[in-house]
T-cell receptor, first 113, second 115 residues
Framework: GAGVSQTPSNKVTEKGKYVELRCDPISGHTALYWYRQSLGQGPEFLIYFQGTGAADDSGLPNDRFFAVRPEGSVSTLKIQRTERGDSAVYLC???????????FGPGTRLTVT | AQSVSQHNHHVILSEAASLELGCNYSYGGTVNLFWYVQYPGQHLQLLLKYFSGDPLVKGIKGFEAEFIKSKFSFNLRKPSVQWSDTAEYFCAVTHASGGSYIPTFGRGTSLIVHP
């Protein structure tokens, strides 16, 4: 079956611009997670959705970052006024109800120039 | 807050050599433990996991890991590596309860296996 998909695979934007990153989880997976992975580091948690609601957004670094999941499936991570320090690979993962295993997407590589 | 340490950041081996990658975590409660692998150009995928029971866990592709609670460790091992094992390896820990199962990842170990 289809895995987690993320679009775009690469995004280059100028400092100060707004970007949206999309995640399409595995069908039926109610939990969705966003992570950020900087070069030479492991994935760092950003936000977790259970259904449509953000159950834990404690990892969002500041109020420039926001994520939505309006219908409990596709999620969009939104970054306002991008900064060069936002450059990283943004990963999405999903899991089925009650399952502790997460399935990761290929990531979106964001470069802020 | 929990943390995960992977002490080996870069490991270079020849084929058929044995592998052990260290992973230590700091958290006093009950944990779930994972090793993920990221092959070049591919996404993160689960290699093996420990939830409870036998502390020696077998994973895919001949990998295994041993949970030693007294040492807060979950080291990854493989008796004989292959060139195709070249990848980034990440250890991750979650609380065993709470519902969110948000993992904390180590910074990863880059493994290069020479043919």
């Amino acid at each position: 079956g289809a895995g987690v998909s993320q679009t775009p695979s690469n995004k280059v934007t100028e400092k100060g611009k707004y970007v949206e990153l999309r995640c399409d989880p595995i069908s039926g997976h109610t939990a969705l997670y966003w992570y950020r992975q900087s070069l030479g580091q492991g994935p760092e948690f950003l936000i977790y959705f259970q259904g449509t609601g953000a159950a834990d957004d404690s990892g969002l670094p500041n109020d420039r970052f926001f994520a939505v999941r309006p219908e409990g499936s596709v999620s969009t991570l939104k970054i306002q006024r991008t900064e060069r320090g936002d450059s990283a690979v943004y990963l999405c993962a999903s899991s089925s109800p009650g399952n502790r295993e997460q399935y990761f997407g290929p990531g979106t590589r964001l470069t802020v120039t | 807050a929990q943390s995960v340490s992977q002490h080996n950041h870069h490991v270079i081996l020849s084929e058929a050599a044995s592998l052990e990658l260290g992973c230590n975590y700091s958290y006093g409660g009950t944990v779930n433990l994972f090793w993920y692998v990221q092959y070049p150009g591919q996404h993160l995928q689960l290699l093996l996991k420990y939830f409870s029971g036998d502390p020696l866990v077998k994973g895919i592709k001949g990998f295994e890991a041993e949970f030693i609670k007294s040492k807060f460790s979950f080291n990854l091992r493989k008796p004989s590596v292959q060139w195709s094992d070249t990848a980034e390896y990440f250890c991750a820990v979650t609380h065993a309860s709470g519902g969110s199962y948000i993992p904390t990842f180590g910074r990863g170990t880059s493994l290069i296996v020479h043919p």
